[in-house]
């Protein structure tokens, strides 16, 4: 099984997965616990260059590309094997991503993104997505409260640009009902936790 976390920033998802791959782990599940963008070492590279807070110049287009081959790499690397394995991956965002932050927040459109990765990832998608939905300026003053986690450039966005994401990811989940799960990820962390571990093991 292919899972995917998605939500703005701040939203609490890499401290969840955390928990529910412990959890599942403890349970005998064979887990692959992996991010975007990002995953592999070439992945990682691609990475760097996407959120280096030095690349403020980016086009919106190169960052869309970047991501899309990124994801890519991923996939050839790591994902798909582990699913021909028949593992479960656990990845903390994916392709919705980058229907929200280019295709919306970017304004590029959200078929021209999707295009883009239905090439790059032939057509992969996640069997289950959670949707940590938090309003973006909680998120935010998580994120500067924070001092362990990395700032990158996204973060330096206008909170329009933050909002505009939340709202894209919104209206994605009514796109792909049958993969979506939306959670209310503003409420304490360990019970935010438990509902992705009980959601998790119910599609298992």
């Known amino acids: 099984m292919f899972i995917t976390l998605e939500g703005p920033e701040g939203s609490g998802k890499t401290t969840a997965i955390k928990y529910a791959v412990s959890k599942l782990k403890e349970m005998g599940y064979e887990i692959v616990q992996t991010r975007e963008p990002g995953g592999t070492p070439i992945s990682e590279q691609i990475r760097d260059v996407i959120l280096s807070k030095e690349n403020t110049d980016m086009d919106g287009r190169t960052e ?51 295009d883009i990765n239905l090439f790059a990832t032939e057509d992969t998608y996640p069997d289950l997505t959670i949707l940590f939905d938090i309003d973006p300026e909680i998120g935010m003053k998580r994120i500067n409260d924070n001092t362990d986690r990395e700032v990158n450039r996204l973060d330096l966005e206008q909170m329009e640009f933050h909002k505009t994401v939340r709202n894209a990811f919104l209206e994605i989940s009514k796109e792909y009902p049958d993969r979506y799960v939306v959670i209310d990820a503003s409420r304490p962390l360990e019970i935010v936790e438990k509902e992705v571990l009980d959601i998790i093991l119910k599609r298992l």
């Open 64 to 114: 869309a590309l970047l991501y899309a081959a990124s994801r890519r790499q991923h996939l050839v690397e790591k994902i798909w094997p582990a699913l021909k394995e028949g593992k479960i991956v656990i990845c903390d965002r994916y392709l919705d991503s980058s229907l929200a932050y280019q295709g919306h927040a970017r304004g590029l459109g959200e078929k021209a993104i999707l």
